[in-house]
């Protein structure tokens, strides 16, 4: 069993520490917020009043935070866990953050002999809880295989993208296909009931026809077309606007730095960001269905 700290317990880096413990590791954890280290320790994790205390032994370093000024202030800002972890650890970092941001730390923590690999994931807090996460992953080869028996423990899918940052390019890539998926088929759905349709009659015709796609068949956006999904639920819990938002920020600024033309991802970027601008960051990104709704 490995030694292990894990340092961002929030929505997604509390249950992925859970299934650690409940794995049988030894997890040292921490967090800005006391709660939620307290929960942790109650059910088996040591933690340190200070994050370089919680780092000092681990073989593997594993962090979930909100973006990448987080992510490059906890290892590479002032006074940052490079000077504290171990040489030869191995760093996972989970965060949904930018590729500059990977590419700057792992080759600052390179210098000191510390690996490093980008391991964003997909499948929710749903996904983080079950233990069914999709991890992509950018990286050394060695460094992938020494840390899939870790990622595996919290994931079903474990990919490798390729080198550094790669992980981070197929989640943007990912998340940017499903914003256009989302609010093309939220458009679809909305002409068809301006013209009369009932939503699911025409999501199963569209189910069995060209414009079948993963949103009409697990997660439509027309409440009560489908049961146990957030638009049957007034919108609530799933994945939230703001996070489409943010994902598709990223995607726009890979897309600036490799000068790639992405018209559809730009519309789809603009048109969450008015959606959550208008008070809506918290509900589900399939209420983007409510864009296209006439007054
Ligand atoms: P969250 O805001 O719930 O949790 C982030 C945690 O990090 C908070 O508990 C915060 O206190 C902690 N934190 C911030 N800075 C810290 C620091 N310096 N030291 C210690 N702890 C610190 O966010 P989340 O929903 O868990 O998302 C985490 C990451 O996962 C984000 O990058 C997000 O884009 C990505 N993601 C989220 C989802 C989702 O559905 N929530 C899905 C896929 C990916």
Redesign the pocket.
């Known amino acids: 069993m490995a030694n292990i700290a894990f340092?961002?317990?929030?929505?997604?880096?509390g249950p992925m520490a859970s299934n650690l413990l409940k794995s049988g590791h030894q997890v040292a954890v921490?967090?800005?917020?006391p709660e939620?280290v307290a929960k942790l320790v109650s059910e088996g994790a040591s933690t340190a009043d200070k994050?370089s205390t919680c780092v000092k032994d681990a073989d593997f370093i594993v962090s979930?935070?909100?973006?990448g000024k987080?992510v490059e202030?906890?290892y590479i800002g002032d006074d940052g866990l490079i000077n504290y972890i171990k040489h030869g650890s191995l760093v996972i970092d989970?965060?949904?953050?930018d590729k500059g941001t990977v590419i700057k730390v792992s080759a600052e923590l390179a210098n000191k002999g510390i690996n490093f690999i980008d391991a964003?994931?997909?499948?929710?807090?749903g996904g983080a809880q079950a233990g069914t996460l999709s991890f992509m992953v950018g990286g050394d080869v060695a460094d992938f295989n020494r840390a899939k028996p870790i990622l595996d423990n919290m994931g079903k899918n474990i990919f490798h993208a390729g080198a550094h940052g790669a992980g981070q390019v197929a989640k943007v890539c990912n998340n940017m296909l499903l914003a256009i998926l989302m609010s093309g088929t939220a458009e679809a759905l909305q002409l068809g009931m301006d013209n009369g349709l009932d939503a699911k009659v025409l999501s199963d015709i569209m189910l069995q026809s060209s414009g079948r796609n993963w949103t009409l068949e697990v997660y439509n956006p027309c409440p009560g077309v489908m049961e146990n999904v957030p638009s049957s639920n007034n919108y609530n819990g799933g994945?939230?606007t703001d996070?489409m938002a943010?994902?598709l920020g990223l995607a726009m600024d890979t897309a600036v730095q490799s000068q790639s033309a992405t018209p559809m991802g730009t519309m789809a970027r603009s048109l969450f960001a008015l959606h959550a601008g208008k008070g809506n960051g918290g509900k589900d990104f399939s209420s983007i269905i409510k864009m296209f709704e006439k007054a």
């Open positions: 340092i961002g317990l929030g929505n997604m880096g921490f967090d800005l917020f939620a994050v979930m935070l909100p973006a987080h202030g906890l989970s965060s949904t953050i964003p994931v997909s499948g929710g807090v994945f939230m996070l943010k994902d």
